[in-house]
């Protein structure tokens, strides 16, 4: 089929909707040096819109970001309409209005009537289907997801969604039109939720779990992702700056339209803070107190180091003994190399995916004396460290000195399958893996989208490939014989890539 040129230097853009997104995605188009057609129903919406685009683009100017005559360009770029039959000489109207299926397909419908042949209507939605929307029309071959992200002028990743009847070339049509404003694009399929918010179905859920054991508390689960992880926010950091209310919403809805998918469940904590209106910034309360500041709760001073003491690492875990020796010579402590532990020591095992519970059962370990410790990531910047019930308050406290004599930050949690990162991270690499398997996007893409989109340090196949996609396995085999649920069960494209040796990101060979 033939559709409009995104290079043409004529071309028109319409936007539908003067809310956040829809003033955003005009503001980026007319920057670009494009005819952008705004509507809305609402004047005031209207009129609104266009000041504040204003005050942006002066602030930009105000900044050094670009020039004054290009800031004036862009202001006259965008001109105002007030009935949708002004949008008819638009090559590409995007739609950004509130996310309700059946005000969609009335818009869609109505443009059917309005564009011309080949013109080509894209949709912002970011959780509906694009396939249902086109369905509106008939010329579904016309119709496609162009998802921006919030706020559209900063936020450089745009997905291009391919709809069921969407054809090849409406889809190159829009991957080259967001490079000309300057967005880098993502091919996918129209599924739920995409790739991004489908991604984000393990960081901010698996950390509400951990909550909701008691295994450790917001602050502290922050603290291990940003300081351990090098994440940039901690989940519960990012779900005050979301708001409750949205991120469980989209939890919500990928868990609904995957039919109940174990992997996607919402955790009740989020219904329970929801009712107390404790939704994060906007609210002033959250997992943190906003009313007079943002600070997170202080971190309890680790006691000194015990002197003399005396610590031993099974024989078996090799690299634990290695990893350890020096930081525990360095705080004073001798490592024993017996077989088994003598009666006084301080014994430390490093579980991967597994807890100290289970280590102490199945090592028939002294349960009073034995705690884990996280050697999943580096150790020079957080250590983690996990109790079991039985594990005394003073083998507790002499762990802790023992990990922060040399000025290092320790956290110690409550027992639980994975620590913290093991959990976290190894979901996060899985649900990339099942984007992957149902072939929603490509794996180079996956980890694009999510490094752009939500921020994270690394992609999610590149965190698998850096911790190695076998142990990434390990780890979830053994959370899910922990629980006994499918919530943790491996991706299928995880495991074949773990047992043949492969890199999560390889490109599979060409017949």
């Known amino acids: 089929m033939s559709v409009i040129d995104a290079h043409d230097p004529n071309l028109v853009v319409g936007v539908i909707g003067a809310g956040t997104m829809g003033r955003g995605i005009a503001q980026v188009c007319a920057s670009a040096g494009i005819a952008t057609r705004l509507f809305d129903t609402d004047p005031a919406a209207l009129a609104g819109a266009q000041e504040f685009v204003g005050k942006m683009l ?17 202001k006259a770029n965008i001109r105002p309409a007030k009935k949708l039959e002004e949008l008819a000489d638009c090559g590409v109207v995007i739609e950004a209005v509130v996310e309700k299926i059946a005000i969609k397909e009335e818009i869609f419908a109505a443009l059917d009537g309005i564009l011309r042949k080949g013109a080509i209507l894209a949709t912002n939605t970011s959780s509906l289907s694009v396939t249902q929307i086109g369905a509106a029309t008939k010329r579904p071959e016309s119709v496609a997801g162009f998802h921006f992200f919030n706020p559209p002028p900063l936020m450089k990743l745009v997905e291009v969604i391919r709809g069921l009847k969407t054809s090849e070339a409406c889809v190159e049509a829009l991957l080259a039109l967001a490079e000309r404003i300057g967005k880098h694009p993502v091919a996918c399929a129209d599924t739920p939720g995409f790739v991004v918010n489908h991604a984000g179905r393990a960081y901010m859920p698996e950390g509400l779990r951990i909550v909701f054991e ?32 949205v991120a469980h919403s989209v939890m919500q809805a990928i868990y609904e339209q995957y039919y109940h998918e174990p992997a996607y469940r919402p955790s009740p904590l989020s219904d329970t803070r929801l009712a107390a ?6 609210s002033k309360q959250g997992f943190y107190d906003y009313r007079d500041g943002a600070e997170a709760p202080s971190e309890a001073e680790a006691p000194p180091a ?12 090799a690299e634990a003994r290695r990893k350890l020796q020096p930081i525990l010579a360095a705080a004073g402590a001798s490592l024993e190399s017996g077989e088994a532990p003598s009666a006084e020591a301080l014994v430390l095992v490093a579980p991967m995916g597994e807890d100290v519970s289970s280590c102490v059962a199945a090592q028939k370990l002294p349960a009073a004396r034995t705690l884990g410790i996280d050697l999943l990531l580096a150790l020079d910047t957080r250590r983690v460290l996990m109790a079991s019930p039985a594990t005394t308050a003073e083998a507790r406290r002499a762990a802790r000195g023992l990990f922060a004599a040399d ?22 690499v899985n649900v990339a893996c099942h984007i992957a398997q149902q072939g929603i996007a490509a794996p180079q893409d996956i980890d694009t989208a999510v490094k752009l989109g939500l921020n994270y340090p690394l992609g999610p196949l590149e965190w698998g490939d850096q911790l190695g996609p076998q142990r990434v396995l390990t780890i979830l085999e053994n959370l899910q014989k922990a629980y006994g649920e499918p919530r943790y069960r491996p991706s299928p494209w995880l495991r074949r890539r773990a047992e043949l040796g492969l890199s999560l990101l390889a490109r599979p060979a060409e017949g």
Do not use: N, T, Y
């Open 277 to 282: 209106g404790l939704l994060g910034r906007k």
């Open 214 to 245: 008691g295994i450790a508390a917001p602050a502290a689960i922050d603290r291990i992702m940003k300081e351990a992880a090098g994440f940039r926010l901690g989940p519960f950091e990012l779900l005050d700056l979301v708001g409750l209310d």
């Open 58 to 74: 002066d602030r930009a100017v105000e900044k050094g970001r670009i020039s004054g005559e290009a800031a004036e360009a862009a």
């Open 306 to 317: 015990p002197a003399d003491v005396r610590v031993w690492v099974p024989p078996r875990e």
């Open 407 to 428: 000025g290092a930050k320790v956290s110690l949690i409550e027992d639980s399958p994975g620590f913290v990162a093991q959990r976290i991270l190894a979901m996060v």
